[in-house]
T-cell receptor
Framework: KQEVTQIPAALSVPEGENLVLNCSFT??????LQWFRQDPGKGLTSLLL?????REQTSGRLNASLDKSSGRSTLYIAASQPGDSATYLC???????????FGTGTRLKVLA | NAGVTQTPKFQVLKTGQSMTLQCAQD?????MSWYRQDPGMGLRLIHY???????DQGEVPNGYNVSRSTTEDFPLRLLSAAPSQTSVYFC????????????FGPGTRLLVL
């Protein structure tokens, strides 16, 4: 059974710091992995999607990497800003299925 | 495009009542899904559909029914509400294949007393 873990559950950093959020999964047979952002009381917004054949994706200050063999993905946020404060979730789609399994998220607070 | 819309935004039910949560998308997406989000448990997949007339169960399907008669709509029915179904419900849609980014609705907050 696929399990997705995100550590730490919460993180507080000063503005301007570079930071890394982690996502681990137990079954390497994935189709893709997606990172989302969720603001309080809102729905999820997709940030980056990495196909199983890819190693990384970049969008602006965000870079996501994927290492299927070790069951890990990282989301790198450069030069963090208070507007980056939100909960970040990762989700994996299992190969051969249309089912997505979500991690429990990392709650990020960037202090001005 | 309105994207993914959900109604109602908030609902209070009594135990045993039934209701339907509405979800619609105007992006011609084949794939639609329902999740529930509970504190400390992340999002869990309830049901999903890969096209009109095709539905399947996710991780936590008990107590919920779905149907997909059109590409645009994917309603979620609670047959007999229980306090354990108090949660925030999200609908999502995407293209079925390819680089299928999921688009989420704003959510429905449900309280079952």
């Amino acid at each position: 059974k696929q399990e997705v873990t995100q550590i730490p559950a919460a993180l507080s950093v000063p503005e301007g710091e570079n930071l890394v959020l982690n996502c681990s999964f137990t079954d390497s047979a994935i189709y893709n992995l997606q990172w989302f952002r969720q603001d309080p009381g809102k729905g999820l917004t997709s940030l980056l999607l990495i196909q199983s054949s890819q190693r990384e994706q970049t969008s602006g200050r965000l870079n996501a990497s994927l290492d299927k063999s070790s069951g890990r993905s990282t989301l790198y946020i450069a030069a963090s800003q208070p507007g980056d404060s939100a909960t970040y979730l990762c989700a994996v789609r299992r190969s051969g299925t249309y089912k997505y399994i979500f991690g429990t998220g990392t709650r990020l607070k960037v202090l001005a | 495009n309105a994207g993914v819309t959900q109604t109602p935004k908030f609902q209070v039910l009594k135990t045993g009542q039934s209701m339907t949560l509405q979800c619609a998308q105007d992006m011609n997406h084949e794939y639609m899904s329902w999740y529930r989000q509970d504190p400390g448990m992340g999002l869990r997949l309830i049901h999903y559909s890969v096209g009109a007339g095709i539905t399947d169960q996710g991780e936590v399907p008990n107590g919920y029914n779905v149907s997909r008669s059109t590409t645009e709509d994917f309603p979620l029915r609670l047959l007999s509400a229980a306090p354990s179904q108090t949660s925030v419900y999200f609908c999502a849609s995407s293209l079925r294949e390819g680089g299928e980014t999921q688009y989420f609705g704003p959510g429905t907050r449900l309280l079952v007393l």
